[in-house]
């Protein structure tokens, strides 16, 4: 039975070459697609994965309610969170994380690195795994600093690094640690990050102004749950907790509850915390399913089109006393067989374009079949299980032949009426689905196009950010004299500073904004976010100044207050510039209208000398804020320096930036980056995605294309005989051709009629998350569809024509 | 051996109802050789596969060694089949993708509780028609002659008790037509029980006994003396 099983699979090889291959060939891309998009799948859903505690281990994640700012929860939290909460909950087991820049010395160089400052338990907490040292101990001392491998090696040439020195400045100074353990290199999908890790001590605590004040967000606090059940009781006290904590902090009548929430949000889900990212993940594992059944729709249309070649067959076996579930069997042992031999194919092909996937997508996949053997093998079970559902009717359809009634015939039935519409009813199935990937396809590059060279409100090209001048090591003289030194350099055009970064949003704040006369109140006043800004910084932009004026260090009411008494001394007005949206969320009935105004910002009183051009800086899918401009002549709360440049490449301008630096600041590393780099990681994510979509599109097309291929092949070949005997009664290879053809592209229309609606959805959906979408162009659909109809047009066209040219003679005695 | 009582066959299609077989009465014992002859349509290859369980009677009796087969379900008469029947065919029927030692050996797959060497089955029945040197080769190598005699190993490789041969030589010239009757009558004197459909008077003429149908009804059935 068994060998009879291999045998006709053998045979379908040997015998049937092209039908064999068709069949293989799509079965394996659409495994290949699954395979590979699984993997995407797994490792973005897989993060932290290489903690044992991770099933256990919750987040917190915060939520702010502040008026025309973005509600979305984020991983992060106030400094002293884990301690309230200890008090309040003293039976909570949590650690926290607080990353940091730190500088590492070695010898005279210098290496900008990032250090976690966590509390002593933290290592044990999420078992990390050490290549050296005790998980319990490496941190008892505040004199002791974790490595992870890979830095171990950069620093020492060996991971043997425990009770070597280092040396070290930060926040605390400059000071020389014990390495007290190695940690592992973690996988790529963490976000966490362990370079190096110290304890967070009490006295770095009390000197951060801001470790007890509500609204503020330092680092990530974790707690541990055996229980699920644990965590959402706990989460189901956290308004009452937060009222109790924040008091009138948000203003009078403002329960904190109303202005902030807290998550506990499982550590699992902390990566994809965002619901468009997570969207993203889970619409690309679709594509992947998509493609299987795609292929597997390939699958049964070949095999019940090829179901009358083998009736025959069937008709002797049964004679022979074949019974029809034998016959199933062994059907489903071929197909079986097939997408055994098409998994590994599929296997291979993801083997061998892992690395082009990973450069196109920006990924870093890979299959490893010792730690992951059983995930393969999960994938080989899917793959099998959809295949052997699909492979259900074929095998039902060929065993139920009638014997007498096919060994009678001289043609080879063709599966009836109902087969040719099942038939024709799976085409239309992938063609639509290839026509909504094309119509998505065109849609996702447009809109990404665009996005990258949309009008920003600033020009980003020949602008290099230097973030060196963040480090609080750097002196404000230091400050001066490096912007005077690089606005002397030959090619640079204007030197700023500010800390309102295009691609980075790590030092702005929010607060509320009052027009006089209205309430002032954190649920009811707009929100802005503000920045502190040199001078010439909107004039090194580009940005556009829509009424009023810009900053001008030669207003002295324009210099923004130093300390906090100075900015609430009385009839103390400091002037701000303001955005357009800032315009319309105060009111105001035109930017000039909004020119001269005196109002109340964060407790102070400020006055509007100035309305720009909003400017887009972070993620395209985030709506752009209402900002509010400081400004300070030598600003000195984490500035970035903004260096304006023509005339050079930028690694040489980096270069001679770098020198300068040196010259200036030699204990502090040098770190810059360019304000495109900086918002590409942004858009980065966006075009990987577009990319590994229309891969999988294409490929999803090119199924298409074989499966259309092989019922042509088939249908064609029957009508050999049809086309012989139209042939004779007078008509021209032309009429035969375009008969032939005409069958084919009934399904592709149909197909196209039924993808316009769908993909119109699909792509609408997809552009509202985008704050500056594209408009749907009918164009899309104009070429998606001419697309579709070429692709099948070339694949049958060649079919009908070779038909079509056979002599009639020799056409009317095919069998 | 057989036993047809009152057997008649109707098809029905949407609006026409024809009848192949009408009230045949027919008993056919072991070790007879019995020819059916009639024109075409005249519902010879129904009654062969009615007899061969691949067909059933709309009405009537069919007893094979007085077992009801009407009242079998499809698998018993598969199981029937594979057991007790060989088939002949004019077209021959082998299976263009398998060998014709593959093909033979479809003869003893759906076969249970067989006992001894398949192989040496197969070997015997291939010699037994001058095949074996085929063995490797598949059927559109072969001569129509060569692929009869294939398909007369795969219906005897099982012993069945019953040879049903449906015109096994409309399809072959005089000299191959000549060697397959030879095949099928030294079959018949081993024992083998055949019913044989054929046109060809000389052909019937080497039966035991010769059945006359005409518009499905039986007309005659005269014993032959060889």
Known sequence: ?815 | MIELKHVSRLYRSDEIETTALHDITLTIRRGEFVAIMGPSGCGKSTLLNTLGTIDRPTSGQYLFDGTDLAQLPETGLAKHRAKHLGFIFQSFNLVDDLTIYENIELGLLYREGRKGSRRQAIEAAMDRVGIAHRARHFPHQLSGGQQQRAAIARAIVGEPDLILADEPTGNLDTENGAQVMDILRGLNAAGATIIMVTHSPSHADQATRRIDILDGQLVASVAQVL
């Open chain 1, 1 to 815: 039975m068994w060998r009879s099983t291999f045998t006709a699979f053998y045979r379908s090889f040997t015998r049937h070459p092209l039908y064999a291959l068709l069949n293989l060939l799509g079965l394996s891309f659409g495994i290949a697609v699954f395979i590979a998009l699984s993997l995407l799948y797994r490792f973005e859903t897989g993060y932290e994965s290489w903690s044992s505690e991770r099933d256990t281990t919750y987040t917190i994640g915060g939520q702010y309610f502040f008026p025309g700012m973005p509600n979305d929860i984020f991983v992060g939290s106030m400094g002293g969170l884990l301690d309230e909460l200890k008090t309040a909950y003293p039976h909570l087991e949590g650690t926290r994380d607080w990353n940091n820049s730190v500088t590492v010395h070695k010898g005279a160089e210098v290496y900008g690195e990032q250090i976690e400052l966590v509390d002593g338990n933290y290592l044990s907490f999420f078992n990390v795994p050490l290549r050296h040292g005790d998980t319990k101990t490496a941190l008892a001392s505040p004199d002791s600093v974790a490595v992870s491998e890979e830095k171990a090696r950069k620093y020492f040439g060996t991971i043997d690094a425990v009770g070597r020195t280092i040396t070290l400045s930060d926040e605390e100074g400059r000071k020389t640690y014990v390495v007290s353990a190695v940690i592992r290199d973690l996988p790529k999908n963490t976000d966490m990050k362990m370079d190096f890790v110290r304890l967070l001590t009490k006295q770095r605590m009390s000197e951060e102004s801001a470790w007890h004040k509500w609204g503020s967000v330092q680092l990530v606090t974790y707690f541990r749950f055996a229980d699920p059940a644990q965590a959402a009781a706990l989460q189901k006290q956290f308004p009452g907790f937060i009222d109790r904590q924040v008091g009138d902090r948000f203003g009078d009548d403002v329960t904190g509850s109303k202005i902030m929430a807290l998550h506990l949000v499982p550590l699992a889900d902390a990566h994809l915390i965002d619901p468009k990212q997570k969207a993203a993940i889970v619409s690309l594992g679709l594509v992947g399913v998509v493609a299987l059944g795609l292929a597997l729709i390939n699958y049964i249309n070949l095999a019940t089109a090829r179901a009358g070649l083998r009736a025959r067959e069937v008709a002797v076996r049964k004679t022979l006393g074949a019974r029809p579930g034998a016959l199933r069997l062994q059907f489903l042992g071929e197909a079986a067989l097939t997408l055994l031999l098409a998994f590994l194919i599929g296997l291979s092909l993801v083997e061998l374009s892992l690395p082009a996937i990973n450069a196109v997508g920006g990924l870093s996949l890979k299959l490893d079949y010792v730690s992951e053997g059983a995930w393969v093998a999960g994938l080989l079970a899917v793959v099998m299980a959809a295949g052997l559902v699909a492979a259900i009717y074929p095998a039902f359809a060929l065993s139920a032949f009638k014997p007498a009634q096919v060994l009678a015939s001289s043609r080879t039935p063709a599966g009836g009426r109902a087969g040719v519409r099942l038939r024709e009813a799976l085409v239309v199935m992938q063609f639509t689905t290839v026509v909504i990937a094309f119509v998505l396809m065109l849609g996702f590059t447009t809109q990404i196009d665009h996005m990258q060279k949309a009008d920003l409100g600033f020009s980003r090209e020949g602008l290099l950010l230097v973030n060196s001048t963040r480090y609080t090591a750097i002196t404000d003289s230091q400050r001066d004299s490096y912007i005077s030194a690089a606005r002397a350099l030959p090619h640079v055009k204007r030197v700023t500073i500010g800390n309102a970064i295009p691609g980075d949003q790590s030092s702005t704040s929010n607060s509320n904004i009052v027009r006089p006369g209205q309430t002032d109140s954190a649920t009811a006043s707009p929100t802005v976010n503000w920045s502190v800004v040199g001078p010439d910084y909107f004039q090194l932009l580009g940005t556009k100044l829509v009424a009023g004026r810009l900053f001008d260090v030669r207003y002295g009411g324009d210099q923004m207050w130093r300390t906090d008494e100075e900015s609430r001394e009385e009839g103390r007005v400091t002037n701000v510039v303001i955005s357009r949206l800032t315009v319309k969320r105060m009111d105001y009935a035109s930017p000039q209208a909004a020119i001269g105004q005196i109002a109340r910002f964060a407790n102070r009183q400020v006055r509007i000398v100035g309305v720009v051009e909003d400017m887009r800086f972070y993620h395209p899918t985030d709506e752009i804020q209402a900002k509010l401009y400081l400004f300070d002549a030598h600003p000195n709360n984490n500035p970035v320096t903004f260096v304006r440049y023509q005339g050079l490449s930028e690694p040489q301008m980096r270069a001679q930036l770098q020198q300068v630096w040196r010259r200036i600041a030699p204990d502090v590393p040098f770190e810059s980056t360019s304000a495109s780099a900086n918002l590409d990681k942004y858009y980065k994510p966006e075009r990987d995605r577009s990319n590994l979509f229309s891969i999988g599109a294409g490929i999803a097309a090119l199924i298409g294309c074989i499966g259309l291929y092989g019922m042509a092949a088939f249908n064609t070949s029957r009508r050999v005989r049809e086309i012989g005997l139209r042939k004779v009664l007078g008509a021209s290879r032309g009429k035969v051709v375009g008969l032939l053809i005409g069958q084919f592209l009934r399904p592709v229309v149909v197909a196209s009629g039924l993808a316009v609606p769908l993909a119109w959805l699909a792509l609408r959906h997809w552009l509202s998350q985008f704050d500056d979408a594209i408009a749907i162009s009918p164009w899309f659909f104009v070429a998606a569809i001419v697309g579709g109809l070429l692709i099948a047009l070339g694949t049958v066209g060649g079919l009908a024509l070779i038909s079509a040219s056979i002599e009639p003679g020799k056409a009317l005695r095919h069998e």
